[in-house]
């Protein structure tokens, strides 16, 4: 079992930024793809980044392509989600996800464990 906590979520203006984390707890946090997904309200939950176990591979949706960073920190269990230049588009529930697979995936129901979610709200 892998507990996931996101913390760093809040309230900024269009052009602005926030980092997420995301620490993990349980099982071996090496041992895990991550990634992270959004649900805005109406809208289904979309993939936006994720890495594998080791940080040198990485993947992110279009929508986000240059502007968002994913990164982890093995040492301290935690991953994170650099986000520049948000736009309003990007509010969203933000929520981090574990995969077991030694692969990348960037479908939802390949993660096995899922965090509460945390609130990005981008203003115009």
């Known amino acids: 079992q892998v507990q996931l906590v996101e913390s760093g979520g809040g309230l900024v203006q269009a052009g602005g930024s926030l980092r997420l984390s995301c620490a993990a707890s349980g099982r071996t946090f090496s041992n895990y793809a991550m990634g992270w997904f959004r649900q805005a309200p109406g809208k289904e939950r979309e993939f936006v980044a994720t890495?594998?176990?080791?940080?040198?591979?990485?993947v992110y949706a279009d929508s986000v392509k240059g502007r968002f960073t994913i990164s982890r920190d093995n040492a301290k269990n935690t991953v994170y989600l650099q986000m520049n230049s948000l736009k309003p588009e990007d509010t969203a529930v933000y929520y981090c996800?574990?995969?077991?697979?030694?692969?990348?995936?960037?479908?939802?129901?390949?993660?096995?464990?899922w965090g509460q979610g945390t609130q990005v709200t981008v203003s115009s």
């Open positions: 890495i594998n176990w080791s940080g040198r591979s990485t």
């Open positions: 996800a574990a995969d077991r697979s030694v692969m990348v995936h960037t479908t939802s129901t390949s993660y096995d464990y």
